[in-house]
């Protein structure tokens, strides 16, 4: 009996190893990023000196002020979409079942997993095809589907643990579907529809493949002007901007979570409501 528990502590300690390895590995360049992003000179390294001049200077940069307008407009106008029409599809899903669900639930997926780089080629077909030029409404539409298919996958998931008995029973004494909907499941499902609308926001203000395909030429996102300036060397300026997107970022998710837990969601709900599971 001991052996087995000595056998099971060492399986556990070495997969918590392998763990703490993993997150190192992944989260260690973002950390070096930031901490250069204070780096007196003018490139990235060698580190110079304790210096925040660089995150004054890139936001009185025009065209880095200007990425900003463009990227804000676009997450803003994205979050609204994705957060309506993906709300709209939770609840038919949670609500309205019946053999259309699992066609329709290939298809959410199908749009999480299809490669960024294919959706970018596909969006700038169709909008040549069509004649749209409007260099917001490619980004919003772009980035507009594949947040809606993550709002989708959060709102079903919050409905689908909730009882319908207090909107049955509105219904029974005479509640009106509108009414219900207003005062019963719109209450219910808030937490996670501004977790869906603040993530929508996020993955929007970060996106660079979609981006890259469908924005005109004189107009750009942060992130493109970021990728794109990369090509003259690592700036230090360019570490303080994205050092300010990751601190947004971040931002974002805790007051999703902060949200989330107001509405009475353990960390494991939290968890897998963010995550559509």
């Known amino acids: 009996m001991r052996s087995t528990r000595r056998r099971v502590d060492r399986t556990t300690m070495l997969l918590r190893g392998w763990a703490v ?13 930031v901490i250069y992003s204070f780096n007196e000179g003018r490139r990235l390294v060698p580190w110079k000196g304790f210096s925040s001049q ?9 065209n880095i002020r200007a990425a900003i307008g463009v990227s ?64 917001l409404v490619r980004l919003v539409v772009g980035h507009s589907i594949f947040n809606s298919a993550v709002v989708t996958l959060i709102v079903r998931a919050r409905l689908s643990g909730l009882d319908e008995s207090l909107e049955e029973a509105a219904a029974d004494l005479g509640a009106p579907p509108l009414r219900v909907f207003r005062q019963i499941t719109l209450p219910l499902m808030l937490p996670a529809v501004l977790a869906g609308f603040l993530l929508s926001f996020t ?23 970021v990728f794109s300036s990369l090509r003259t060397g690592l700036k230090t300026e360019l570490a303080a901007i994205s050092t300010v997107m990751l601190c947004v970022t971040l931002v974002a998710l805790a007051v999703t979570g902060f949200v989330l837990r107001r509405g009475g969601d353990s960390a494991e709900e939290i968890t897998a409501t963010i995550t559509g599971a």
């Open 21 to 33: 390895v993993v997150y190192v590995f992944l989260y260690l360049p973002i950390l070096f990023v």
């Open 203 to 225: 993955f929007s203000l970060d996106d660079v493949i979609i981006s890259s395909f469908v924005t005109t030429a004189g107009s750009f996102t942060l992130p493109v002007y």
């Open 54 to 62: 660089w995150f004054s200077t890139a936001l009185h940069n025009e």
């Open 72 to 135: 804000l407009r676009a997450a803003a106008l994205t979050s609204v979409v994705a957060t309506v029409l993906g709300s709209l599809a939770g609840i038919a899903l949670a609500r309205r079942g019946g053999g259309w669900v699992k066609p329709f639930m290939a298809l959410v997926f199908l749009i999480l997993v299809t490669p960024e780089i294919v959706d970018g080629i596909a969006y700038l077909i169709w909008f040549v095809r069509i004649n749209v030029d409007n260099n």
